[in-house]
């Protein structure tokens, strides 16, 4: 039962530790959210998300992020690469203007004018791995904007698009959630995935519910889903079916490919009445984790459901 905090992969507990002190003690959703994205962007063991996240195809680092409560309150950046902390960057988008999102330059320089810190995102092990990138002659072979040249073996694979999504349910029963991500490793220098665009990568509707996903962003892009989750919720899904069918949707609709892997987080609101679905995860292949903090403590646990095993 809420106050919960539910977050993708099991670098979870990094996001789910500072979120639920801010739920314990009556804090909102949205902050408890945020708290967990910054606790993980600041990390730079963690190479997917923020500091230390591995570069573009150039060798540069940049950051997508964005926040949401409610369709008219969301916020979203992309092709961040002096700041830290995409997310706080879109919570400032969402509360001080009356757009949704801002990219690149225009977003670093309104970062600036919020009093955020400019930093250097890189680490020398991401720079190692890019060197080690380039070094593949694989890569050299290939035509850099032909696209994403996938690192060598699988357990990089999977540690390469793993986005922290974190989505709350807090005392009062407010829903929040956030996306945060260094991108695809080694992308297409400009390239945006799912996780900053509002009902690709994240959708929060306080009457529907909740849902974020992790992935391959393109796969993710081209079906909505997580928009497609928290509407399968307003028509009456379970969170788990909602989870099942908006992956279905991209194993139907996608030739998959053997890198290819789309995960999903939905957490359902607490009605009016006070009955409460609950939350699911569910991933399209084996190898994905979710962290959940709720009455009974932290777990990684795997997905409720894998549509592929
Ligand atoms: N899901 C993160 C990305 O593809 O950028």
């Not at 902390?85 to 988008?93: C, E, F, L, M, T």
């Not at 928290?230 to 996608?254: H, K, N």
């Not at 569910?282 to 990684?300: E, L, Q, S, V």
């Amino acid at each position: 039962m809420p106050p919960l905090v539910l977050t993708t992969w099991s670098f979870g507990p990094v996001a789910n530790e500072p979120a639920s002190a801010i739920l314990r003690a009556g804090g909102a959703a949205i902050d408890a959210c945020e708290a967990g994205a910054i606790a993980v962007e600041n990390d730079p063991s963690i190479n997917s998300v923020g500091v230390g996240g591995l570069p573009d195809a150039d060798g540069h680092v940049s950051l997508d992020g964005c926040i949401m409560t409610d369709p008219d309150q969301c916020g979203s950046v992309a092709f961040i690469r002096r700041f830290a902390n995409p997310v706080s960057i879109a919570r400032r988008v969402m509360e001080k203007t009356i757009h949704v999102m801002l990219v690149g330059e225009g977003a670093e320089q309104f970062a600036l004018r919020e009093g955020f810190t400019p930093r250097d995102l890189s680490t020398p092990y991401a720079r190692a791995e890019w060197d080690k990138w380039r070094a593949d002659p694989r890569t050299l072979e290939r035509a850099r904007y032909r696209g994403w040249i996938p690192p060598l073996n699988v357990e990089e694979r999977a540690r390469s698009h793993d986005t922290v999504s974190i989505l709350a349910l807090d005392k009062r029963h407010r829903l929040a959630g956030v996306c945060s991500t260094s991108g695809m490793a080694f992308k297409v220098p400009g390239r945006v995935g799912d996780s900053p665009i509002i009902g690709h990568g994240l959708y929060v509707d306080q009457e529907a519910g909740a849902a974020a996903a992790t992935g391959n962003g393109e796969l993710v892009m081209g079906t909505c889903t997580s928009f497609l989750a928290v509407e399968l919720m307003r028509s009456g899904a379970t969170p788990l079916q909602a989870a099942e069918q908006s992956l279905q949707r991209i194993i139907d609709r996608f030739e998959l490919l053997p890198d290819h892997q789309v995960a999903i987080i939905v957490l359902a609101p607490v009605k009016p009445d006070g009955s409460w679905a609950g939350w699911a995860s569910a991933a399209i292949k084996p190898g994905f984790h979710h962290t959940i903090t709720d009455d009974r403590g932290t777990r990684i646990e795997p997905p409720t459901h894998v549509l592929a095993p």
